[in-house]
């Protein structure tokens, strides 16, 4: 068990388990798109482990970026995307994969998928360490899923609760 904040967490998912979860995504895009050079954009903060370790994994030619968006405080999603860091490379006719760390109600992929097309990319696809499926309130198609999850609140692996617990190599859950 740790502690974060006023908060306990579990031990939940093991490192091991997520590197599975990785390398089987990484194989499964590497598949999809064997003749392309995608350009994978990792959604910060919470991706950036998920993003590096899936990197190691790819073995063809990729190019990477990031952007910023917010939607939660505290252990809820406070349902306001709020873009902070944008884009700037010209991503017109290209394969553009959303790297996630995780994906719950889904605002943030709506919003995404709403910003990637204005920018006339030539295939969208999104890509999600974990999913909750419970709390999922979008209709739209996640193409790459690592681990399906239960609704609870989770730490670790790049996820954090008020800052904290990001750099734990497994995940923990609310006790």
Do not use: W
Not at 66 to 89: D, P, R
Not at 109 to 134: C, D, G, M, R, W
Not at 145 to 150: L, M, S
Request: net charge negative.
């Amino acid at each position: 068990m740790i502690q974060l904040h006023d908060k306990q967490f579990v031990p939940f998912i093991s490192a091991e388990e997520i590197d599975f979860a990785i390398a089987t995504m990484a194989s499964q895009v590497e598949a999809d798109f064997a003749d392309d050079i995608p350009v994978f954009i990792g959604v910060l903060n919470g991706s950036f482990m998920v993003v590096s370790d899936f990197l190691k994994h790819y073995k063809k030619p990729c190019e990477v970026s990031f952007i910023k968006l917010s939607s939660y405080e505290g252990t809820s999603s406070t349902n306001e995307i709020k873009q902070l860091i944008g884009l700037n490379q010209d991503l017109t006719g290209r394969t553009v994969i959303v790297i996630e760390d995780i994906v719950d109600t889904g605002n943030t992929v709506a919003e995404l998928k709403e910003l990637f097309k204005k920018k006339n990319v030539k295939h969208f696809k999104i890509a999600t360490l974990f999913f909750k499926p419970e709390a999922y309130k979008k209709d739209l198609k996640l193409d790459y899923i690592g681990i399906r999850i239960p609704n609870k609140f989770i730490v670790g692996y790049g996820l954090d609760y008020d800052g904290l617990g990001r750099n734990l190599p497994a995940v923990y859950q609310l006790k």
